[in-house]
DNA sequence: CTGGGGACGGGGCCC
DNA sequence: TGGGCCCCGTCCCCA
């Protein structure tokens, strides 16, 4: 397998502002090699691994850090030109600043959680580690809150949700969703009202037009993160998810599930035998 | 039918 | 315990 792969070129039209003025981003030059995964890697396993990287809570995504802790091989990045290598400068999308552009290693590994963990599990020592699944907590308090979510469905522990009668075995997960009734976040604009702040804060941008979150690869930008990352996919050519019933392969999960309710397994007694 | 993006909800984790 | 942050996943729409 090649160490780089090309990726396709993105649509001219692509950008999302409809009538802002044409970006003046300076997309990365072709031919937007990526860096490869080794034989029989899969792409975003190789990218998510969390390989530990210093933390840095509450300042939003950083940058790609100049000296990750995730390191991956040398020859795996020996292409200069890279997006591993390079952080764009700020990109501007109509109106709206674009705060932040991530490269493809710099995204993938600034899951703020991935990161904790792996620092947590190179640090080792001080932690409280789950018996049942091992994942490790700062405190015993978290430790025991985590426990919970092991307990079973028919656990006496178990409680309903007085609202919809959900049960749920952890406490804290039962308190968050309890606050999913409670819409109590609403919006100025069009009135529309979220169970949490984070959930209006997303959908102010629909309003705004803010994009804070940029692809260095194309300089395209998103309002939500998660549609930053599944972009980010598509400049993957690997295609993890494949069809058990006709071995087509799709880039992104959603593709084929979609995939598996219209074509193939449509009007069939297969069940979506969904997997990657 | 596939590819891609916008918007959003649920829930886990940290402090 | 609660707030904040984040990821995963889904639905919907459009090209």
Not at 59 to 78: R, T
Not at 174 to 200: I, Q
Request: proline share 9%; charged share 20%; glycine share 8%.
């Amino acid at each position: 397998m090649p160490r780089s792969f090309l990726v396709k070129k993105l649509k001219a039209d692509a950008f999302p502002l409809a009538g802002a003025p044409a970006p003046p981003y300076a997309p990365l030059e072709p031919p937007y090699a990526l860096p490869g995964p080794a034989a029989g890697d899969g792409y975003l396993q190789h990218c998510l691994a969390p390989a530990g990287y210093n933390p840095d809570k509450k300042q939003g995504l950083p940058p790609a850090p100049p000296d990750p802790a995730y390191a991956p091989g040398q020859e795996e990045y020996s292409d200069p030109e890279s997006p591993q290598s390079t952080f764009s400068a700020r990109y501007f999308n109509g109106e709206a600043a674009v705060t932040d552009s991530y490269s493809m290693d710099a995204f993938f590994i600034t899951d703020g959680r991935s990161r904790r963990r792996g620092e947590s599990q190179r640090r080792g020592s001080h932690r409280h580690s789950c018996p049942e699944c091992g994942k490790t907590y700062a405190t015993s308090s978290n430790l025991s809150r985590h426990k919970q979510t092991h307990r079973s469905l028919d656990s006496k522990m178990a409680r309903k949700c007085p609202t919809c009668g959900k049960a749920y075995v952890s406490m804290p997960a039962l308190a968050m969703h309890v606050l999913t009734h409670n819409l109590k976040h609403k919006c100025d604009v069009c009135g529309k009202a979220f169970s949490r702040p984070w959930l209006l804060q997303g959908h102010m941008r629909s309003h705004t037009g803010e994009k804070p979150f940029g692809c260095s690869h194309c300089g395209k930008a998103f309002a939500d993160r998660s549609n930053l990352r599944a972009h980010m996919q598509t400049h993957s050519a690997f295609k993890h998810y494949k069809c058990k019933q006709c071995e087509k392969t799709f880039a992104l999960k959603s593709y084929l599930n979609k995939h598996y309710e219209s074509a193939c397994f449509k009007g069939s007694e297969h069940s979506c035998a969904i997997g990657n």
